[in-house]
């Protein structure tokens, strides 16, 4: 997984921003995240929105090194927290009739 | 500081399943119920601000501002929609409340409603999520109650607080609702139907760790303000209600992205500017309407106020000090959990309870002598807070 860690402040982020939501800076340096990632909170959801196949549906907080963070879904009927999980890239959901892709996990 | 703003009114209508009511029924009901009781001539308005989030969809109607200017006779007035998430009403007061207070207007019109029962629940949960961040939350499916629950597991974890606290909150709140003619779960709940044996049936998982019963349901409703600068409004009434301060924050839009997703700074920092500018503390405070769209948020957000120190939240609430004959009376209303939901009303009916216990006309919901209040509404998932202090002229 690809992070862009903020040049003043150090924040590293699991997506490409313009500016730092923490300090405003605008530089970033790209840096390797791996493919080791530690749930740090999730949720079983049995109210899914429009667009998205599967219920119940268990979305999360994932951790990679140097503390950065993402939200997805997590592949998995037994979800806990500090488990470990690996990115995966694939169908997301459905949105206007389009299907969205990005990255998902599975344990790892 | 510019001149002081007050409340000459509040109404609201009933908050339910409304099918007969039309979005312009919820807007021009309260409004007109105001316009008729305090007898005002309708030339005095100059402006107009109406909070909505879903007109679009749930009415095939935009620039609802204007078309409630038209609706009720308002001529030549500005009217402007004021769309910022669940907390939109709360914006639209502050939109008056800077208008008055700035002397560009003497009485504006602040009303706000919603229609979320007439779509599907899917569709109005994919609706209501589109406020999350687009690009890492909202494709992977998130939804408020997702947001809700994953904040609800890290607090929990961290400051002890068990299900049974946040059934204590439903309870509560259902408990004020039957108290209330306007809310729309009229329905005493007990712990052991919530928490109990077996109780899974009866408040089945929603976004684990929340269930059916720790979520504010969908509501159809409306809600209206009259304000006007103190002057004109002691002209109306003998019970303006004044807004000493107003206080907006935003923070990170995605709870991955805040550094402690436990803290809702938003919430706190809209407080602490509203406390600054009204000259009042938290502990002055005598009853609050706080926006518990999840249960857990109740509990964070009266810490988060400066309520209750963090972590003892939960104790106040456990010994009914925010209950309505407790020392700090937490959403008297029964709250967006019970009295409703309708996203572009709830800071509206919010701001109206605390009128209506500063004017002392909350029946079996008065708070005794209460003479300040204070109000939060939350907009996105803690992305967005406005707070307001309130004091009885
Ligand atoms: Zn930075």
């Known amino acids: 997984m690809k992070g862009y860690r903020c040049n003043k402040c150090g924040k590293v982020y699991t997506y490409n921003r313009k500016v730092c939501v923490n300090c405003g800076y605008t530089g970033f340096s790209e840096t390797e995240l791996g493919d080791e990632a530690k749930l740090i909170t999730y949720t079983v959801l049995y109210v899914v929105p429009a667009g998205i196949e599967r219920s119940p549906l268990v979305l999360g907080i994932v951790e990679f090194k140097d503390g950065a963070r993402m939200f997805g879904q997590i592949m998995t009927d037994k979800p806990q927290v500090g488990m470990k999980l690996k990115p995966q890239y694939g169908k997301l959901r459905v949105k206007d009739g389009k299907e969205i892709n990005g990255y998902y996990f599975v344990p790892a | ?393």
């Open chain 2, 1 to 393: 500081m510019g001149r002081k703003v007050a409340i000459i009114g509040a109404k609201m209508t009933k908050f339910g399943n409304l099918i007969d009511k039309t979005l312009m029924d919820l807007l021009v009901e309260p409004s007109e119920s105001l316009i008729e009781e305090f007898k005002v001539e309708r030339s005095k308005i100059t402006s107009v601000y109406v909070s909505n989030l879903l007109g679009e969809i749930s009415s095939r109607q935009t620039a609802v501002a204007t078309a409630l200017a038209d609706y009720i006779g308002l001529k030549n007035v500005a009217a402007e929609r004021i769309e910022n998430g669940p907390a939109s009403g709360a914006s639209a007061l502050r939109y008056a409340f800077m208008e008055i207070s700035s002397g560009n207007s003497d009485m504006v019109l602040v009303a706000g409603a919603e229609k979320m029962r007439t779509a599907p629940t899917d569709v109005v949960t994919d609706l209501v999520s589109m406020m999350s961040h687009p690009e890492v939350e909202y494709p992977s499916g998130a939804t408020m109650p997702s947001l809700g629950a994953m904040f609800a597991r890290l607090y929990m974890q961290k400051y002890d607080v068990k299900p049974e606290h946040l059934a204590m909150v439903a309870v509560k709140n259902h408990s004020n609702a039957m108290k209330n003619p306007f809310a729309q779960l009229k329905k005493e709940v007990t712990l052991e139907q919530l928490i109990g044996p077996g109780s899974e049936s009866f408040n089945p998982y929603v976004a684990e760790p929340l269930r059916l019963y720790d979520m504010s349901p969908m509501t159809d409703g409306g809600a209206a303000l009259l304000l006007a600068d103190l002057d004109t409004a002691l002209s109306y009434t003998k019970k303006p209600v004044i807004l000493e301060g107003v206080g907006e924050s935003t923070d990170a839009l995605a709870l991955q992205d805040r550094d402690d997703p436990t803290e809702l700074k938003a919430v706190r920092l809209s407080a602490e500017k509203a406390y600054r500018m009204s000259g009042i503390k938290p502990e002055e405070i005598n009853v609050a309407e706080v926006h518990d769209a999840f249960t857990v948020l109740e509990i964070a957000i009266s810490e988060e106020v400066g309520f209750f120190k963090k972590g003892e939240g939960k104790l106040a609430l456990q010994n009914g000090v925010t209950k309505i004959d407790g020392e700090k009376p937490i959403n008297t209303s029964g709250g967006l959990k019970a009295r409703g939901h309708p996203l572009g009303a709830t800071g509206l009916a919010q701001a109206t309870e605390i009128t209506w216990q500063l004017q002392g006309v909350a029946d079996q919901r008065q708070v005794k002598d209460a003479s300040t209040g204070f109000t939060v509404n939350m907009g996105g998932f803690g992305s967005n807070a406005v707070s307001i202090v309130y004091r009885r002229y």
